[in-house]
DNA sequence: AAGACGAAAGTGGTTGA
DNA sequence: TCAACAACTTTCGTCTT
């Protein structure tokens, strides 16, 4: 019953569309083994998906205790609060001298083998963390980008790479699917990474890992960048119709999306009364005043903006 | 004097042969 | 792998408020 409650809450991850092996879309999710496999090569693209929570077995003598319990599993913890201890401290008392060294043992065994990825994991989900918390991202877009990360690592894509930067492109990849963009200048600025940088590790991380990232909606933007601005909400919903406008007419493809959103925001401020200047918006959008000229242009052309602009100055 | 506008040249990334 | 290309930037001169 528990383990049923629990189950839904990790649902097929929907940015896993193909095998990265063999780039076949026809794949199998085993909930009760917690694997996505490829039905035409085989591959386990993904394990370690469903929670068991800590499941402690006693391999010393079986029926010692069978407590399972433990919070979910989460990948921003760098073993997913899975790790297997070899017995437990209160089990030292209860051992003949054998058992004891056999005890020892096998504790270095196991220390042994873990290490290296966990090692980096540690290290790079403390980074993480940082970068995201000075971001001030929410916990869910937290765990997908240390989900993604952890993907990469197991998958050796971060050899070649600086630990910061794949932390970063997993993070920028992260906030992308989750409807609430940074631009690669902020993850710059957050991480210290090159934003070129960024943005090649991303392209590859996504890439390798066959995650689909769908184009960045300038909507998403206007949000963030209309409370900067200090604008009111009229304006602000005034921006978002602009745009969809401009998604209409086909104004938007092709172009960056902040650079539409910025100018959205430009248009919908002059028609409000709420003016600001071009450099204004620039600056917190991250683009140069000439491309919102650009756009600003193209918006007046393509949606007859022009007359809602000389009623508000009109008034004036 | 500051902001808006536009032209011209440069940059980095994508695409297609 | 290279060249063409579009989007965006930088820089700068001119016009408007």
Not at 32 to 46: F, N, T
Not at 142 to 155: D, K, P, S
Not at 186 to 206: H, N, P
Not at 231 to 243: H, M
Request: aromatic letters at 8%; proline letters at 3%.
């Amino acid at each position: 019953m528990w383990a049923q409650t629990h189950l839904e809450v990790f649902k097929m991850p929907d940015y896993i569309k193909k095998c990265p092996e063999c780039g076949s879309i026809n794949l199998f999710w085993n909930k009760a083994k917690g694997e996505i496999i490829c039905k035409d090569c085989g591959l386990v693209i993904e394990d370690k998906m469903v929670d068991f929570g800590q499941d402690w077995r006693d391999f010393e003598d079986g029926d010692k205790s069978s407590s399972r319990a433990g919070a979910p599993s989460t990948y921003t913890q760098y073993d997913q609060g899975l790790g297997t201890e070899v017995g437990q401290k209160a089990d030292l008392f209860n051992l003949g001298d054998k058992d004891r060294n056999k005890f020892f043992r096998l504790r270095k065994w196991q220390y042994r083998i873990s290490t290296a990825i966990e090692r980096n994991l540690k290290l790079a989900l403390a980074e993480l963390k940082r970068v995201s918390s000075y971001l001030k991202l929410p916990a869910s877009v937290e765990e997908e980008a240390a989900r993604i990360y952890t993907l990469a690592v197991q998958r050796g894509l971060v050899r070649g790479r600086s630990m910061e930067s794949v932390v970063s492109g997993a993070l920028y990849a992260a906030c992308r699917r989750h409807e609430i963009p940074r631009t690669l200048d902020e993850l710059s600025e957050a991480s210290g990474i090159d934003k070129k940088e960024i943005g090649r590790t991303y392209r590859f991380v996504t890439r390798e890992l066959g995650i689909t990232i769908l184009p960045s909606n300038p909507a998403d933007y206007i949000a963030r960048f209309a409370s900067s601005l200090a604008l009111s909400a009229e304006t602000q919903s005034k921006a978002v119709e602009i745009l969809e406008r401009a998604q209409k007419s086909e104004l938007t493809s092709g172009r960056g999306p902040t650079g539409i959103a910025a100018a959205a925001l430009y248009v919908a401020a002059l028609m409000h009364g709420e003016k600001k200047t071009q450099r204004e918006v620039a600056d917190v959008a991250g683009v140069t005043e000439v491309t919102i000229r650009n756009r600003y242009k193209e918006l007046l052309d393509k949606l007859k903006l022009e007359k809602e602009i000389k009623k508000v100055k009109k008034k004036k």
